[in-house]
């Protein structure tokens, strides 16, 4: 149910072009993947919002907080899958990241 609100919402920060809305529901989304059994898919999109520039501070400083929260819940068995989240983000724009959620929602 959540899910699919967020992917509404994302939807439509889309068609009206709102980055700003974008990134932060992508944030509330990765967010539900690290709870869901798609904790790879959640870091991915929660380094890809931490580093994009239409960001605010708020929304990288939540998103730094999931994935340090994550990083340290997981354990160094996952350190590489961070690393590997990191490289994903700096090699994604944003209109990937978003077709990859709704692509893994379908």
């Known amino acids: 149910m959540a899910q699919q609100q967020l992917h ?5 920060a889309a068609e ?3 980055v700003p809305l ?3 529901i992508l944030t509330a989304i990765g967010e ?3 709870k869901s059994n798609r ?3 959640g870091v991915k999109v929660l380094a890809f919002v931490r580093q994009h520039p239409a960001s ?6 939540e998103a730094q907080q999931l ?11 996952k350190a ?8 994903y983000a700096e090699n994604r724009t944003l209109p990937d990241v978003v077709a990859e959620v709704f692509s893994e929602a379908a």
């Open 22 to 24: 974008m990134v932060s």
């Open 67 to 77: 994935l340090d929260r994550y990083n340290t819940e997981a354990g160094k068995e």
């Open 8 to 12: 509404q919402a994302l939807q439509l």
């Open 39 to 41: 904790p790879e898919s």
């Open 80 to 87: 590489d899958s961070l690393a590997a989240a990191q490289a």
């Open 16 to 18: 009206l072009q709102f």
């Open 32 to 34: 539900l993947l690290l």
């Open 56 to 61: 605010d501070h708020a929304t990288q400083a």
